[in-house]
């Protein structure tokens, strides 16, 4: 029970952190909102009143303590302000948004895991063998490329030279219905799933390798070994154990996941959470920055907490409060 | 087993992919009327009304005006023509001018079109100046006043003569719907709305950063569009862009084509490249209210030290042309026919050292009072072709021992910094707005303009030419004074105009071909949907013949260049697949052999 009260409240504090900074950082860029809606020629051209209007339209012309008041309150009640760039209510924006990023986030997670975890124990069981140098050098490879440019390869070979899949949006530009539609949609979401996967994919297998190798180590394996259990047998208890960090890994890495869907996303004009912050960014729209970076915050320090909470589950030894890894 | 599972997956997605590409939509192929063209842009513009556009699209005004109809069209024309006006009568001096409406004339919602909403639609616009062209009636000219003479007369009054009413604010200014816009208060709010316009586009959907869908307008009075249904998909990613296009899931880019991509786009068979004219210009401002670019003759020598010429040949690929000291694009009907910008910086240098600037023991240029010239370059980081600029001219102004720092940074932040004064020079470009407009001057370096934006140049010489101009009602003694602003402009100059590039765009035309290069307008302008206007058969075969012909004419240029571009696809092209095929190969078979041993190993 200490023990949870401690972790819960240790991410409490975090969360207060991050509806701090939430607020700040984006007023402490430069530059507002008024710039990016009219153009030079016309921005330029404002009297001060009429740039006094426009902020006050916003909620902007409140003194920088007032706008924070509002903002917890906005929190509290669950709605936050109106969008300047989109003139619509950010809860609205980002609940629309929010489905897409879900998808490409959580099938490129699981696709990452999947791939990673199963390449690692594949190289961990032949470790130092040829295929698995060569797998590690791959893996390697792939953790060192920023997403953003496998996007790009992706789109050369599987959209330009064959023609497999699209490259815009998440849903087809012509109205479909039923299967059809829910085919091209998963057709859109392969390209960006697959790149995002890039995030997290050589980070996975880096640590299920050396994870299975250290279980390969322990003594239970030689039990097992001694009492003639087949390798394949043998291979499957230690891969059950060594599958706990992997796990808590996957849920670590949300938020690089998310912070990278905003890359990826742009690039293949991905209606989710990462484009609408991109776009808010380059508009410096405060209501929208802080209303989607508060649900990533929410999202990845839950995410947290929750690996944190489902570690005893997962390892007796944590739970007995002895030894193993913390 | 798991491997089995996993052999499952991969052929149920192998076979997923196949259905949906076989699903995937052929592009329409009709002669006469297109059902469907695909034209994508690169952002969100809210609900295309004066209130909520945003010029993010890359469209400038042709959505808006897709959806809207103005009394004349087009603001870029030296003559513009009727449109929603039939005709327009000045009084003697200019002042009110009584505008016929064409009659019969509806909204989308099948509402009369009458002379209630044009005189709304100026009252409306006057009293809520945020909208983009406000700025048309209540800076210059300035409105005062309507009066309703019968449903289709209307009598529009300016506070000074208005010469010029079709072109401006009468091709500008959209009409708006009275029984929608009459009940809103704060137009900024209501960006989130379908809109009710009277032009050949109605706007049926839109999903902010997605895509916007029209239909076509059957009852438009310049004849139905020939493109029932337009869709526009925004693609935030250059790249991305060009694929889709080069794949056919789009049927035309409205964002231009960067000069490295020209070449490579011509040769693709099934897309084709068309030279528009919006009349764009780069420029270099000046801070001209803080030392040293206050002072004319400095800002003179960095004109002299800019070599012009190689900033098109390198940045553009030679698809442009170098800027002249009159500032004003060469191909307008406003610009002096003669004009040049020298490059000469032996001069530049002499003239420096005339005006005090010597070369400090260090090389670098000092003020008459011994402070070393520190000069920073504002750029847009998101810019490539500026940021090139900005790297050359700093390169070139170090030639005569100036000390330029290019600084790139992200608009907002660019925005913020040149207003409040935190630079010396910055790159910027402005289109049909400078170049077309008789009151351009008075609108980017007049008295209206206070703040640094265009770089605080504020000359009262300058401004009395302008003033005098814009209410000049004769037009040859009217462009005579442009012709001398445009001379003082270029003795003094508050800017250097870099280069104006050739620009192209992209389309498909098995998709769609009634695309036509309308002068000031893109791809987009609303001409290229009506029958009266968009290019038809008999244009494309005579702008095949005369390809032909120019072909026959220069053989030998014409293999160079699909040489050269054989080569540069090579270069480019051909490293990326090995690569990528590579990589592919090599893990393939990492995983294979080593499956296979495996088994060996387990059996």
């Given amino acids: ?326 | 087993m798991t491997s089995r599972g996993a052999a499952a997956l991969a052929l149920l997605a192998l076979g997923l992919a196949v259905i949906g590409a076989a699903l995937a939509p052929a592009a329409a192929q009709e002669p006469e009327r297109v059902e469907r063209v695909t034209a994508a842009i690169n952002g969100w513009e809210n609900n295309l009304t004066p209130y909520g556009i945003t010029f993010q699209s890359g469209a400038f005004h042709e959505m808006i005006n897709l959806v809207h109809d103005t009394l004349y069209w087009s603001h870029y024309a030296e003559e513009p023509e009727p449109w929603l006006a039939e005709s327009a009568e000045p009084n003697e001096d200019h002042t009110v001018w009584t505008v016929q409406l064409r009659e019969g004339v509806t909204w989308h919602d099948g509402e009369d079109l009458t002379a209630d909403d044009v005189a709304f639609s100026y009252d409306y616009q006057f009293d809520n100046p945020s909208a983009r062209y406000s700025h048309h009636i209540t800076v210059l000219p300035e409105y005062a006043g309507a009066e309703v003479l019968d449903e289709h007369t209307v009598e529009l009054r300016f506070e000074e003569p208005v010469p010029r009413f079709p072109l401006v604010p009468a091709a500008d200014l959209p009409i708006l719907p009275e029984h929608v816009w009459g009940d809103i208060d704060q137009p900024r709010d209501a960006v989130d709305e379908l809109p009710v316009g009277s032009g050949p586009y109605e706007l049926v959907e839109m999903e902010s950063d997605e895509r916007y869908v029209l239909e076509a307008n059957d009852d438009y009075f310049k004849g139905a569009p020939l493109v029932e249904q337009l869709v526009l998909p925004i693609v935030r990613d250059s790249s991305a862009a060009f694929s889709a296009l080069r794949t056919g899931e789009i049927d035309a880019l409205v964002r231009g084509v960067p000069p490295e991509l020209i070449a490579d786009l011509e040769d693709e068979p099934e897309v084709e490249v068309l030279n528009i004219q919006t009349y764009e210009g780069h420029q270099l401002y000046f801070h001209a209210q803080q030392e040293p670019t206050s002072d004319a003759a400095f800002r003179r020598a960095v004109g002299l030290a800019v070599d012009r010429e190689a900033l098109v040949e390198r940045v553009l690929q030679g698809h442009g042309r170098p800027g002249r000291d009159e500032f004003m694009h060469p191909d307008s009907y406003l610009a002096k026919p003669e004009g040049a910008g020298e490059f000469d910086p032996d001069a530049a240098a002499t003239q420096l050292d005339e005006a005090g600037y010597e070369v400090g023991d260090d090389g670098v240029r000092q003020t008459p009072d011994g402070q070393p010239i520190e000069l920073t370059l504002l750029v847009n980081s998101f810019d490539p072709v500026q940021v090139r600029t900005a790297e050359l001219v700093s390169e070139q102004l170090g030639e005569i021992g100036l000390d330029v720092q290019v600084e790139g940074v992200d608009p907002g932040t660019l925005s913020d910094q040149r207003d409040s004064g935190e630079f010396d020079l910055w790159i910027g470009s402005l289109n049909n707005h400078m170049h077309m407009d008789p009151d351009a001057f008075y609108h980017f370096f007049g008295p209206g303009i206070t703040g640094l934006t265009f770089g605080g140049y504020d000359n009262p010489e300058f401004n009395e030419l302008m003033e005098r101009a814009a209410v000049t009602a004769d037009w040859d003694e009217r462009l005579q004074l442009i012709h001398e602003q445009q001379d003082f402009f270029a003795e003094e100059l508050p800017a250097v105009m870099l280069f104006y590039p050739d620009e192209y765009q992209a389309y498909r035309p098995a998709a769609y071909d009634g695309w036509f290069a309308d002068p000031g307008h893109l791809l987009l302008t609303k001409r290229a949907f009506l029958p009266d206007y968009a290019a038809s058969d008999e244009d494309s075969a005579e702008a095949g013949e005369a390809a032909e012909a120019a072909e026959a004419a220069e053989p030998d240029d014409d293999a160079e260049a699909a040489d050269a571009a054989a080569t540069g696809d090579e270069a480019g092209g051909l490293p990326w697949s090995v690569l990528v095929a590579a990589v592919a190969v090599v893990a393939v078979a990492g995983v294979v052999i080593g499956r296979r041993r495996t088994r060996e190993e387990d059996e």
């Fill in chain 1, 1 to 326: 029970m200490p023990r949870l009260v401690r972790v819960v409240g240790q991410y409490a504090l975090v969360l207060l952190a991050a509806v701090v900074l939430n607020f700040a950082l984006p007023r402490l860029a430069p530059g507002d909102v008024v710039d990016y809606l009219l153009p030079p020629a016309e921005s330029g051209a404002l009297t001060d009143e009429e740039r006094a209007a426009l902020f006050e339209g916003y909620g902007l012309d409140q003194p920088t303590h007032v706008q924070f008041v509002e903002y917890v309150q906005g929190l509290v009640r669950g709605d936050f302000l109106m969008s300047a760039r989109y003139g619509r209510p950010v809860r609205d924006l980002v609940l629309e948004r929010l489905p897409w990023t879900v998808l490409l986030t959580g099938s490129a997670t699981l696709l990452a895991l999947t791939v990673g975890a199963f390449a690692g124990f594949r190289s961990a069981w032949r470790r130092g063998r040829s295929s698995d140098v060569s797998t590690m050098s791959g893996f390697m490879v792939a953790d060192s490329m920023p997403p953003f440019f496998v996007a790009l390869l992706l789109i050369l070979v599987f959209s330009v030279h064959l023609g497999w899949f699209p490259v815009v949006g998440a849903v087809p530009v012509v109205p479909m219905e039923g299967l059809a539609f829910a085919v091209e949609v998963a057709r859109r979401a392969v390209l960006p799933v697959v790149s995002l996967s890039f995030m997290t994919l050589g980070t996975m297998y880096l640590v299920a390798r050396p994870a299975l190798i250290s279980e390969l180590r322990e003594d239970y394996v030689l039990l097992a070994e001694a009492k003639g259990l087949s390798p394949r047998q043998v291979r499957r208890h230690a891969q059950r154990n060594a599958l706990l960090p992997v796990s808590t890994l996957t849920l670590m890495n949300l938020g690089t996941v998310v912070g990278g869907a905003t890359v990826i996303e742009t690039v293949f004009s991905y209606p989710g959470l990462g484009l609408l912050i991109y776009e808010s960014v380059q508009a410096r729209d405060y209501p929208v920055l802080q209303g989607a970076f508060f649900i990533l915050a929410v999202t990845v320090v839950v995410a947290n907490l929750v690996a944190d909470l489902l570690y005893p589950l997962f390892d007796p030894r944590v739970r007995r409060g002895v030894g193993g890894l913390r």
